[in-house]
């Protein structure tokens, strides 16, 4: 059975979702909740302080990487090795090479920055479950765009053609745990919950469109406050949705649309306005005193950095703490020289939550150098 759960963002759907996994736990009914990679900390988080730390005897936290893992060591395949990106490097220049001849739109695909294109796009494809075939045929003609499908496809089967049979690509482990998830024990006495996706590959809705094969009760949940919500910011979990109630239809599988009500958002009335109309086409204003939300207008990124490192400190002078308060930007990399010298300038701690290579800390630097300074 397919379950969906549509609502505005904040609506709800996520601590509707986790209440009810509590409430399969103190049952002795099991769960699997999959979100995004990213949120999966955060996830864990919740469903701990909701419904303490017992409920991981009974529910647990995946991401789709970590499921596909749960079901290749059931079934095999987990201790098959994947190719680190530096491989698949080395072999998409091999199969760039061996196909050169053939190739009139991609003739420069030999660059390192051009082989790097080829694997993004590739992977995109896989996602999508484009094959070269689906390629040569959407090519009909001699024009740019067509030359250049045509060498792709030619690129896409060189390149599995060259990968060890030993080793797999990143995306053949999805393909491989949609596969086996109809003999694995996910779904298998258990309810299955997909929160936080706006969309789905491909490869992920083949996952889901077997779980519902083996008749598992899928929850997913999506931002959007209806099946006719025809707002732009919404078209594509509106699209998902209609995606997802094919797919059960498809599989002869019950379908059920709960919606998640306005008044369970627990948010500030000027935020909730935002959010319902900061991209609705229609001209709209908000109608009474705004304290939550101000707007500044700066003429620089310094200047941007400096009113946040400001606001910062005022609002620690009222008594608040440090660690409340999040400073954000749509590109940190843009941001991220000045603001942190701007925040030292000004006295403000800064934790900057990025990733890093583990190789360049100096806790694996010195050993590693002293390996390097024996071997030399």
Request: glycine share 6%; with cysteine.
């Amino acid at each position: 059975m397919l379950r969906l759960i549509l609502g505005a963002s904040g609506g709800g759907k996520t601590t509707k979702i986790v209440e009810e996994v509590g409430k399969r736990a103190e049952e002795g009914l099991k769960s699997v909740i999959v979100v995004p990679e990213q949120y999966s900390h955060e996830a864990e988080r919740l469903l701990c302080s909701v419904c303490g730390d017992g409920i991981c005897l009974h529910a647990e936290i995946l991401s789709f990487s970590r499921l596909c893992t749960r079901v290749l060591s059931e079934r095999g395949g987990a201790a098959v090795k994947t190719l680190d990106p530096g491989g698949r490097i080395l072999i998409m220049s091999r199969a760039v090479s061996e196909v050169s001849g053939s190739l009139k739109a991609l003739k420069t695909a030999g660059k390192a920055e051009t082989l790097q294109s080829l694997i993004s796009t590739a992977d995109e494809l896989r996602r999508a479950a484009v094959t070269p075939e689906a390629l040569n045929n959407a090519a009909r003609d001699d024009a740019p765009l067509s030359l250049k499908m045509r060498d792709m496809a030619v690129i896409m089967e060189a390149y599995v053609t060259f990968i060890p049979e030993d080793m797999w690509d990143i995306n053949d482990r999805l393909d491989e745990a949609a596969e086996k998830i109809g003999e694995s024990s996910i779904g298998n006495d258990q309810a299955v919950y997909f929160d936080g996706f706006s969309d789905f590959t491909a490869q992920e809705l083949k996952i889901i469109s077997e779980l519902l094969k083996k008749n598992t009760s899928v929850t997913v949940s999506l931002n959007c406050e209806s099946l006719n919500d025809d707002r732009t910011e919404n078209a594509l979990p509106r699209k998902t949705a209609e995606r997802l109630l094919r797919m059960a239809s498809d599989n002869r599988q019950q379908c059920d649309v709960e919606y998640s009500a306005r008044s369970e958002r627990k948010k500030a009335p000027e935020l909730v306005f935002l959010d319902e109309n900061l991209l609705y086409p229609e001209k709209v204003t908000f109608d009474g005193e705004s304290g939550t939300v101000a707007l500044y207008s700066a003429g620089n990124e310094f200047e941007e950095c400096a009113m946040a490192a400001a606001e910062a400190i005022r609002f620690v002078r009222a008594g608040n703490r440090w660690r409340d308060i999040a400073v954000t930007a749509r590109d940190w990399q843009a941001y991220s020289g000045t603001a942190e010298s701007v925040f030292e300038k000004y006295g403000v701690p800064v934790q900057v939550s990025k990733k890093s290579d583990i190789l360049q800390k100096p806790v694996l630097e010195l050993p590693l150098a002293a390996l390097d300074t024996i071997n030399t």
